[in-house]
């Protein structure tokens, strides 16, 4: 059997980050079987303009994910706060959409998921078309915004500011970040820390964001300095629409049911000690509904996710395991709930990790082009039980 080489950027290998970068560039004009196209396809964007070419010239190097978290630096638990959802405020306005007034391009992904628009700079939004687009986020799962010059060039202080407006801004736990950033998670994959998973039929996985803290992300941004050319996409899917297409009987028996997330532990992290990776908090381990309920919208969704979701509690692994396999590959095959991101130069995809799941696809490996994005990670409430009543502590 032929041996698997995984590799990915870590605390020992973020000083070489640049190195990495540059060797993905010559490699390919040494003889790779990928090379990179000088000017692009027709139509399509330049190598440049999707943060393409030498890594001495990349315009978002000091950007890359550099700080990492120290061995037995271990810091607090992330304490509870009270969380107000803007798009509470939304409800009240006279047009809830207001903010969309000047959009040249509005088109809907499919009827259960997903916009996009374009026209709109979410630079310049006041605070009421903040709260507008937070609620149009809450009831669309997912808006792709095009044309995001401004909000690229703002910068990390502008990012943290707009985040916090949604929600205490979460710091990854094991992750990556530029220096002074602590609140922007950074991914950053070339030909040589592009994952590389042969034990599994696809490297894709859904999931929602940080789902095992007390109180998981709500509004999500996220946006590509750096982009293949072709692949790298994101899928995202509803948790409401899954849940719908269920058994109103079914559904009634899932709202009883409380699950067990976990954080990923040291051992985990680390792959049993074949690569370098710290955590920044200790291990939580937090007890959420199946089904929640929106703050804002009163939609009720799924909330599960394979990466953390440990088992049902009160249930043997084997029936645990039973339901929350049906589960995931009801959602893996729920098409009517799905839809597919390409990127684009300067675009900026927000969704509400309440309320769907998503997974990259890793498509790209062996390219030796770079994808290299930032999330910024507001933290909304603990998640709200579909049925009253039920105890999470």
Request: glycine share 8%; charged share 25%; with cysteine.
């Amino acid at each position: 059997m032929a041996s698997t080489i995984t590799t990915v950027i870590t605390e020992d290998r973020a000083a070489q980050t640049t190195d990495s970068a540059a060797s993905a560039t010559s490699a390919a004009a040494g003889g790779s079987t990928f090379s990179l196209p000088l000017y692009g396809s027709p139509g399509q964007p330049t190598p440049a303009e999707r943060g393409q070419g030498p890594f001495e010239s990349y315009p978002y190097s000091e950007l890359l994910p550099k700080v990492f978290p120290k061995a037995h630096d271990i810091g607090e638990p992330l304490e509870d706060f009270v969380h107000i959802d803007p798009g509470m405020r939304a409800l009240s306005h006279p047009d809830p959409r207001k903010f969309l007034k000047n959009a040249t391009k509005l088109e809907n992904f499919c009827p259960t998921i997903g916009t996009e628009v374009e026209g709109v700079n979410l630079a310049k939004l006041a605070p009421e078309e903040r709260d507008e687009l937070a609620l149009e986020v809450a009831r669309r799962k997912v808006m792709v915004f095009r044309g995001q010059h401004d909000f690229f060039e703002a910068g990390g202080e502008f990012w943290k500011e707009f985040g916090s407006y949604f929600g205490r801004l979460h710091v990854h736990p094991t992750g990556g970040h530029p220096e002074d950033l602590p609140e922007i998670h950074m991914i950053y994959r070339d030909e040589n820390t592009v994952y590389y998973d042969t034990e599994n039929i696809t490297r894709g996985m859904w999931h929602t964001d940080m789902s095992h803290e007390r109180q998981p992300p709500g509004l999500t941004a996220f946006f590509l300095f750096a982009h293949p050319e072709s692949g790298g996409d994101t899928f995202f899917t509803s948790g409401v629409e899954a849940l719908k297409r269920l058994s109103p009987g079914f559904v009634e028996y899932l709202k009883t049911l409380r699950q067990i997330q976990s954080a990923v532990d040291p051992i985990q992290v680390t792959r049993n000690g074949t690569r370098t990776r710290n955590i920044r908090r200790p291990c939580v381990t937090t007890i959420h509904p199946l089904v929640r309920r929106h703050p804002v919208t009163g939609e009720e969704s799924l909330f599960l996710n394979p990466e953390a979701t440990k088992g049902i509690v009160g249930y043997k692994k084997q029936e645990s395991d039973l339901i929350l396999n049906f589960l995931y590959d009801h959602i893996a095959g729920g098409l009517e709930g799905q839809m597919r991101v390409k990127w684009a130069p300067k675009t900026v995809v927000l969704w509400d990790n309440r309320v769907t799941m998503h997974s990259a696809l890793f498509d790209f490996a062996g390219s030796p082009e770079r994808r290299h994005g930032a999330r910024i990670t507001p933290q909304a409430e603990r998640p709200i039980p579909a049925l009253d009543g039920i105890q999470l502590d």
